[in-house]
């Protein structure tokens, strides 16, 4: 069951329409009363212009040229220059002045001329300040018109915002139920709009949420795949650590096994180098005999040559004591021959 949030009304909105009217009502017053003020000032600164023009052109040329008053009028009618109060008010009364002097020594026909033109003088500047009485119709009315229409405008503006607050309603409760849902975790809630507007977002969304139920399955699904992961991990690495413990414990062993060959290895090289000592004095000693040995040879060999030396003396020591032998039996034969 899908929730529903009641419909409300919004003071806001209806303050926001309030004052929008109120700004458009209040623009278009200022928009008119400067518009009208705009044009008057137009108007009169016109009226008072002609009227100058007037005044000026009749004190210059109606003057002098008194049979061309007709064509000196229709050129006043025509004329735009500027001037200000002061300066028609002072043009028109040179112009009476001499008017009232040129009009006692004047023929007839220049004073008719005279009096023509001062009449057209007079009806132009009538005809100017009777131009600003329509123009105040001419300015409010267009005002008037334009102030209805704004007014009409906030109106049918009003009227359209209340009328969309009230399709926007529908779609708003059902986007709150929605969001309530899934707040609540249940993904089964779908959007039911009936105006033919809102019912394509209407699909979108339901589109967008049975995505997010696929997402969160896949989620799901993955989460237990991942818990039994993270279980076997876990034995694993309790394997590992045992079997760490077990590694770190013949390491000890094989420490101190390596630690005992050290030494050993450092007694083997005490002795070895003990032998090759005991190695280099037998060799020494074997050297200083062969010396010897060598030397003894020699020594025989040269005892040997006195030997045999001494043998060959001998026999001819013999040989001379056989011949002193002879010569003693000799002698002794002579010495008892002798006596």
């Known amino acids: 069951m899908m929730a529903t949030v009641p419909t409300q009304t919004n003071p806001r909105m209806r303050l926001l329409a309030l004052g929008g009217g109120v700004l ?24 008072i212009a002609r009227q100058g023009a007037l005044a000026q052109r009749y004190a210059l040329e109606v003057f002098e040229s008194p049979a061309g008053a007709d064509a000196t009028i229709d050129a006043l009618r025509a004329s735009m220059s500027i001037a200000t109060e002061a300066e028609v008010a002072d043009a028109v ?102 105006d033919p507007a809102f019912r394509s977002a209407g699909d979108a969304l339901d589109g967008a949420i049975e995505r997010f139920g696929g997402s969160v399955s896949s989620i799901r699904d993955s989460s237990r795949g991942l818990s039994q992961s993270s279980e076997e991990l876990t034995a694993v690495s309790h394997q590992l650590a045992s079997g760490a413990e077990e590694t770190s414990t013949r390491a000890s062993a094989v420490t101190s096994a390596a630690k005992g060959v050290s030494d050993n290895v450092q007694l083997v090289v005490a002795a070895a180098e003990q032998m090759n000592a005991s190695v280099g004095e037998i060799a020494r000693a074997a050297r200083e005999a062969s010396e010897i040995a060598g030397s003894a040879v020699d020594a025989a060999q040269s005892t040997n040559a006195s030997v045999t030396r001494l043998g060959a003396s001998s026999a001819e020591i013999g040989q001379v004591v056989k011949v002193i032998t002879s010569i003693a039996e000799q002698t002794n034969l002579l010495a008892l021959n002798a006596t």
Do not use: C
């Open 24 to 47: 458009l009502l209040t623009a278009w017053v200022v928009g008119a009363v400067s518009a009208f003020n705009v044009h008057e000032d137009a108007v009169a600164s016109a009226a």
């Open 93 to 194: 009364e040179t112009l009476v002045e001499r008017g009232a002097d040129m009009s006692q020594g004047a023929s007839p026909e220049h004073r008719l001329a005279l009096t023509r033109a001062a009449q057209a003088v007079e009806r132009a500047a009538d005809r100017a300040a009777n131009e600003r009485m329509p123009s105040y119709a001419a300015v409010f009315l267009p005002a008037l018109i334009a102030g209805g229409a704004a007014l009409i405008g906030v109106i049918f503006f009003i009227f359209a915002l209340r009328k969309l607050r009230g399709r926007l309603d529908v779609p708003a409760r059902e986007v709150s139920g929605i969001a309530e849902a899934l707040a609540r975790g249940d993904l089964t809630a779908r959007a039911i709009f009936t």
